[in-house]
Antibody, heavy 119, light 111 residues
């Protein structure tokens, strides 16, 4: 079964760090670009980071320099290291698979993991 | 404020046809294909349409997509109660180093 399962979400104080994980199964993980997308409470979707099959990464300005995306193809796993966390980073974080055959769309999503930044 | 503009809400009665627009610019929709995602409240987003007008397997043909210039739209015909959800358009923006950009989302209510 095709599946993405996120973990690692938690309550963290402002300025703290957290590492999210996403375990993939049912497909050849190394063949796909991967994404992190977040959704703040009551808000829309926001792209957080991307990593392609060569390990090249992209970030929006809002997280650049604070967040680091990485992948371990041997473990079929995606990670997001989040440092210097702010209240505005509070959100549900989803990992998603990018499918170049489907126009680069995010065609498989995990169930999400919740990050709360608060003192 | 989102790079892509969608109306915050839309509504229709069962059986009706509803259209959700997504407006962008020459650096995003004007240059790249558009994808649409459906999110039922409390669940993860799901790919609904890719490459402007292609439906993944399992998506009913009541859903259709189109793109013209710097705008795109999602149409739902024969509206059903289970279509009540949030809908997001997305693409890439070449002026932002290829960043992924989402619309703000449209909440569709089936009356």
């Amino acid at each position: 079964e095709l599946q993405l399962v996120e973990s690692g979400g938690n309550l963290v104080q402002p300025g703290g760090s957290l590492r999210l994980s996403c375990a993939a199964s049912g497909f050849t993980f190394s063949s796909y670009d991967m994404y992190w997308v977040r959704q703040a409470p009551g808000k829309g979707l926001e792209w957080v980071s991307s990593i392609d099959t060569d390990g090249d990464t992209l970030y929006p300005g809002s997280v650049k320099g604070r967040f680091t995306i990485s992948r371990d193809d041997a473990k079929s796993s995606l990670y997001l290291q989040m440092n210097s966390l702010r209240a505005g980073d509070t959100a549900v974080y989803y990992c998603a698979r990018g499918n170049s055959i489907r126009g680069g769309s995010m065609d498989l999503w995990g169930q999400g993991t919740t990050v709360t930044v608060s003192s | 404020q989102s790079v892509l503009t969608q109306p915050p809400s839309a509504s229709g009665t069962p059986g009706q046809r509803v259209t959700i627009p997504c407006s962008g610019s020459s650096s995003n929709i004007g240059e790249n294909s558009v994808n649409w995602y459906q999110q039922v409240p409390g669940t993860a987003p799901k790919l609904l349409m890719y490459s402007n007008n292609q439906r993944p397997s399992g998506v009913p043909d009541r859903f259709s997509g189109s793109k013209s210039g710097t705008s795109a739209s999602l149409a739902i015909s024969g509206l059903q109660s289970e279509d009540e959800a949030d809908y997001y358009c997305a693409t890439w923006d070449d002026s932002l180093n290829g960043d992924v950009v989402f619309g703000g989302g449209t909440k569709l209510t089936v009356l």
